[in-house]
């Protein structure tokens, strides 16, 4: 399979210092599992006070995280104490804790959406989460825990994926995606073109990563690259016609 390249768009917008460009359908691209980004996500809502948000998570893995991530964590910890004290803290063990947790970008939507009176709808798949969420949980044991230790540092440094959002930035090519995730963007652009018609402005949250090819299948799109303290974020004002 092979990368795909995207169009360069007229302008490119910086957020900040540059102001939020007008419009009634945007889409913000964050990085998973950054939590360092959600003051700045918040910020960005609340200049932006939408009529819906919409965030890249199932409502299969809203609930099941509901019910079920605060023993996930308990299990986590559990386990990584028992690991040698030199190895608890491995990025790769930092970032398998953060998959657990209920990600920072429903937390973040849900706090505004109270604030702000708004709903919050979850729009990705549920068929796909409930196969992930599987996966990530049986990875849950000190066998395993310890196999993470083993890996490279440096595979997990959050500067790797900002390499990867720079590179986007001066060649225009994506990493190649699996039918796994073409499938998700089709249901989410399917559900968020619905939601669309009911109230504006909307905004959507989800992965840098499927923001370009729901802007690409939107009419109009202006990307505004958001540039925060040791974190990138894409912020995609669309202003979508009928």
């Not at 918040?42 to 199932?58: A, G, M, Q, W």
């Not at 009176?117 to 409930?130: C, E, L």
């Not at 310890?146 to 001066?170: C, G, I, M, P, S």
Request: charged share 30%.
């Amino acid at each position: 399979m092979r990368a795909k390249q995207f169009g360069f768009p007229k302008r490119l917008w910086f957020y900040p210092p540059d102001p939020i460009p007008q419009g009634e359908l945007y889409l913000i691209g964050t990085i998973h599992r950054a939590p360092q980004l959600a003051p700045f996500l918040e910020d960005c809502l609340n200049k932006i006070r939408p009529e819906i948000i919409t965030v890249e998570i199932s409502p299969y893995s809203l609930k099941k995280r509901q019910r079920e991530g605060d023993l996930w964590l308990k299990r986590f910890e559990e386990l990584r104490r028992r690991l040698p004290p030199q190895e608890r803290d491995h990025p790769a063990l930092i970032l398998y804790r953060e998959a657990l947790k209920m990600p920072y970008e429903i937390k973040t939507a849900q706090k505004l959406g109270q604030k702000l009176g708004v709903p919050v709808i979850p729009i990705d798949s549920s068929k796909v989460a409930k196969s992930w969420l599987e996966r990530l949980v049986s990875g849950l044991s000190l066998k395993n825990l310890k196999a993470l230790t083993y890996e490279e540092k440096e595979r997990y440094d959050l500067r790797r994926t900002l390499n990867l959002v720079n590179f986007y930035l001066r060649t225009g090519f994506l990493p190649p995606k699996d039918e796994e995730d073409l499938f998700r963007e089709r249901v989410m652009l399917r559900r968020l073109r619905r939601i669309f018609q009911r109230k504006r402005p909307v905004v959507h949250i989800g992965g840098w990563e499927h923001l370009f090819s729901l802007a690409e299948a939107l009419e109009r799109a202006v990307p505004v690259f958001i540039k925060g303290e040791d974190v990138y974020a894409f912020l995609f004002n669309l202003n979508h016609r009928k």
